[in-house]
């Protein structure tokens, strides 16, 4: 888990694979309570979600 001080970070990227690395999809809501439970442990922050990645598919 992420630890976060605030010492001047401004933004924190987390990318969920949908993939696992044996190649089967991980759930959606496998993927939501990871991303909740990250939120909770970094809160008081501001979140914003994006299913793609700009720079396209990720490694």
């Known amino acids: 888990m992420v ?3 605030g ?3 401004e933004e924190i990227w987390c990318a ?3 993939r ?3 190649g089967n999809f991980s759930r959606a809501e496998t993927r939501d309570l990871l991303v ?3 939120e909770d ?6 979140f914003e979600a ?3 990645w700009p ?3 990720v490694g």
């Open 7 to 9: 010492d001047g970070v």
């Open 16 to 18: 969920i694979s949908v």
């Open 20 to 22: 696992a690395v044996d």
């Open 3 to 5: 630890t976060y001080r």
């Open 41 to 46: 442990h970094l809160a008081p922050v501001e």
């Open 50 to 52: 994006q299913g793609d």
């Open 55 to 57: 720079t396209g598919d």
């Open 36 to 38: 909740a439970a990250l």
